[in-house]
T-cell receptor, first 116, second 115 residues
Framework: AQSVSQHNHHVILSEAASLELGCNYS??????LFWYVQYPGQHLQLLLK??????LVKGIKGFEAEFIKSKFSFNLRKPSVQWSDTAEYFC??????????????FGKGTKLSVIP | SAVISQKPSRDICQRGTSLTIQCQVD?????MFWYRQQPGQSLTLIAT?????????ESGFVIDKFPISRPNLTFSTLTVSNMSPEDSSIYLC????????????FGEGSRLTVL
């Protein structure tokens, strides 16, 4: 079974600061990796995903993430955060058996607070 | 993509009662799931809702406590039975609408408070 670890429970940054949220996963097979974001009072939204190919993936709102297979990591980055980035961020890994079994496992989430 | 509607969006329930949450999707989807997000916790998969057959439950979740129906490819219900305060949580419906690489789409959740 897969598992996901997010390093930080709560990150507080000033506007324009750079962001990096850590995510490590454990799974022996091929994985798809995701970052979801949950803005206050809203539902989960997909921020970006990695399936294959270029390990540096770009998502919405200027976010990007780098898949480093040797480190089992998929860290989320943004060069300059805005107050509107205040949200909770969840890293997730999916595994699909091809026999109809699909599971998306989430990390515990990192709450990001951006101070104007 | 898929648009998911959940009802109710929130409810306050008495201990010992049961509540059924509905999930309606605007298109036919291959897979539907129910997650729970307890306060301060991550999302935990309760079960995979299978169309026309019994749901597949994750470890720690049982059908008697969380009966699930999925009569067709666009609709599912989750019942939280004999509720206790520990069941206070956000319950989320999610779907796999296309390729597995697209990830899951989530409803807005149903926030349950059990007194």
């Amino acid at each position: 079974a897969q598992s996901v670890s997010q390093h930080n429970h709560h990150v507080i940054l000033s506007e324009a600061a750079s962001l990096e949220l850590g995510c490590n996963y454990s799974y022996g097979g091929t994985v798809n990796l995701f970052w979801y974001v949950q803005y206050p009072g809203q539902h989960l939204q997909l921020l970006l995903k990695y399936f294959s190919g270029d390990p540096l993936v770009k998502g919405i709102k200027g976010f990007e993430a780098e898949f480093i297979k040797s480190k089992f990591s998929f860290n989320l980055r943004k060069p300059s955060v805005q107050w509107s980035d205040t949200a909770e961020y969840f890293c997730a890994v999916s595994a699909y058996s091809g026999a109809g079994s699909y599971q998306l496992t989430f990390g515990k989430g990192t709450k990001l607070s951006v101070i104007p | 993509s898929a648009v998911i509607s959940q009802k109710p969006s929130r409810d306050i329930c008495q201990r010992g009662t049961s509540l059924t949450i509905q999930c309606q999707v605007d298109s036919q989807v291959t897979m539907m799931f129910w997650y729970r997000q307890q306060p301060g916790q991550s999302l935990t998969l309760i079960a995979t809702a299978n169309q026309g057959s019994e749901a597949t439950y994750e470890s720690g979740f049982v059908i008697d406590k969380f009966p699930i129906s999925r009569p067709n490819l666009t609709f599912s219900t989750l019942t939280v039975s004999n509720m206790s305060p520990e069941d206070s949580s956000i319950y989320l419906c999610s779907v796999l609408a296309g390729l597995v690489v697209e990830g899951l789409f989530f409803g807005e959740g149903s926030r349950l408070t059990v007194l």
